[in-house]
C-alpha cells in the first residue's frame, strides 16, 4: 500500500507537511534580539523549543479528549514553559462543561495547592499562548479540601454539588489547572489521577480529523509559543527590558487571588566582572525566587542553586535576605547561579500568609561584594555548597518521583 491507496492520505499529508514548515518557523525565532548571540543563549532557544516539541502531540491529541482526562504534568525539569517556577509542579487536564469528573488522590505536604477550573480562552491581541489564556471560573485550595486521617481525598468536578469537595462547571469550561508550591526539600507533592465518573466504553481511536486537528494546534502552539516569549511579559507584564536589573512596583505588578498568588519579574543583564544583589526584608508567608532564561524558562533546578524559599535562605542578622546573583560561586550561602548566561529573568512569587514585600537591587563588581554585603552575611565551603546541590538533587526527585 503507498501514499494515495488511501482516502485520508492526501489530507494528513499535507497537514503534516504544514506542520512541518511551521516548526522550522519556529526556529526561526530562537534568533531574536532579546536572546544574546553566545552559543549557550542561542542552544537555550532551541531547546525551549524542542523541550515543548516533545509534549506538543500530549496537548493536543494524546490528553486533548476531554470524555477521556488524564492530568499532565505540562513544566518539570526536562520541559519548561510559560515563566515556571522552579519550586511549582504544574499540570492540567483537559475537560468540557457536560461531563461530571472525580479525582482521587493524596494529599502530600506542599504547604501550597490550588486547583482551578478555566473558563472560555478569550479572542482578539494580548492572549498568551494556549495552553494559558483562561479565565479561572473556580478554584479549590489546599486550606479548603478536606482529606481523610490518611491524607487521602476525593473532588467531584461538574455537575451538581456532591461531597465536601466539589468544582463547579459552566458550559464553557476547558481545563483544569493544578499548581503544587514547595519549601522544603523534604515536602512530597500530592498524587492524584482524574476520570470521568460514567465512563462505560473505551476511548475510541483518534480518526484522521483529529489527527489533522492536532497538527495545526500543535503548530500554533509552537510558533505562538516562540513569538510570545520574551515579548509578552515585556509588553503585556511589566517587566522592563529597557531598565534591566530592578524590580517593578509589586503594587502595580497586583495579585491574583483566583491562582492564589502575586507575582513580579526582574529582566537582568550581568556582565563577566559583575554582581547582582537582591535585598528584601524577611517576611511571612511562602515566597520563591526563581532565576529564569531569556525566554522566562527556569534555569537548571535539579543541580544549581538557581531557586530560594523561606526555609532554604539564610536572614542576615538585620533580618534581611540578601541574594547574590553571579556568573561564578560567590561563597555566600544565598547564590543564585546564572548558569552562565548573561541575562535572564528573577521571578518573585508569594502565597499563603503575609503580603509581599518590597524588593531593592544593587549592581556591584564582582570584586566588591565582600565590601557591599554586611560582614556577617552568611558563607559556606565548597563541601556545604556539594551538600546542598546534593539536598535540590534528591529533593527534585522526590517532587518528581524520579
Known amino acids: 500500500m503507498a501514499f494515495g491507496d488511501g482516502p485520508d492520505d492526501a489530507a494528513l499529508r499535507s497537514a503534516w507537511d504544514a506542520f512541518c514548515d511551521r516548526l522550522k518557523q519556529a526556529g526561526e525565532r530562537v534568533f531574536k534580539d532579546h536572546n544574546a548571540a553566545s552559543g549557550i543563549h542561542r542552544a537555550d532557544g532551541f531547546r525551549f523549543l524542542t523541550q515543548n516539541l516533545g509534549q506538543a502531540f500530549d496537548l493536543a491529541l494524546e490528553t486533548r479528549n476531554t470524555r477521556y482526562p488524564e492530568i499532565h504534568t505540562f513544566c518539570h525539569p526536562g520541559r519548561k514553559l510559560g515563566g515556571d517556577c522552579a519550586d511549582f509542579l504544574y499540570q492540567q487536564a483537559w475537560i468540557d462543561g457536560t461531563s461530571v469528573y472525580r479525582i482521587v488522590g493524596e494529599r502530600g505536604t506542599a504547604p501550597f495547592l490550588n486547583i482551578t477550573v478555566q473558563g472560555p480562552r478569550p479572542g482578539g491581541p494580548g492572549v498568551l499562548h494556549e495552553p494559558f489564556g483562561d479565565v479561572p471560573e473556580a478554584n479549590l485550595t489546599g486550606t479548603q479540601l478536606l482529606t481523610e486521617e490518611d491524607g487521602s481525598f476525593e473532588i467531584y468536578i461538574g455537575g451538581s454539588r456532591r461531597g465536601p469537595n466539589w468544582l463547579p462547571t459552566t458550559a464553557g469550561s476547558r481545563k483544569l489547572f493544578i499548581r503544587q508550591g514547595f519549601d522544603g526539600w523534604e515536602e512530597r507533592p500530592a498524587r492524584m489521577r482524574i476520570e470521568r465518573v460514567d465512563m462505560a466504553e473505551p476511548r475510541p481511536v483518534p480518526n484522521p480529523a483529529e489527527m489533522i486537528s492536532a497538527m495545526e494546534w ?28 530592578r524590580f517593578p512596583d509589586m503594587a502595580a505588578a497586583g495579585a491574583d487571588a483566583r491562582r492564589g498568588r502575586a ?32 525566554f522566562f524558562t527556569s534555569m537548571d533546578y535539579v543541580y544549581r542553586p538557581v531557586s530560594y524559599t523561606p526555609s532554604r535562605a539564610t536572614v542576615d542578622s538585620d533580618g534581611k535576605v540578601r541574594l547574590v546573583l553571579s556568573h561564578d560561586d560567590p561563597g555566600y550561602h544565598n547564590w543564585l547561579d546564572t548558569q552562565g548566561f548573561e541575562r535572564g529573568n528573577l521571578t518573585y512569587r508569594h502565597m499563603l500568609d503575609g503580603h509581599p514585600v518590597p524588593l531593592r537591587t544593587q549592581l556591584v563588581k564582582r570584586a566588591d561584594l565582600a565590601d557591599a554585603l554586611p560582614s556577617d552575611c552568611p558563607v559556606v565551603t565548597p563541601a556545604e555548597r556539594t551538600a546542598q546541590m546534593w539536598a535540590r538533587f534528591n529533593g527534585i526527585r522526590r517532587r518528581y518521583g524520579w
Open 218 to 245: 500543535a503548530g500554533d502552539f509552537l510558533t505562538q509559543m516562540m513569538s510570545d516569549w520574551p515579548e509578552f511579559p515585556f509588553t503585556l507584564g511589566g517587566v522592563d527590558a529597557e531598565h534591566p536589573n
Open 263 to 294: 507575582a513580579v519579574n526582574m529582566h537582568w543583564r550581568l556582565a563577566r566582572d559583575e554582581s547582582l544583589i537582591v535585598e528584601f526584608d524577611a517576611h511571612d508567608g511562602l515566597w520563591m525566587f526563581t532565576n529564569m532564561g531569556p
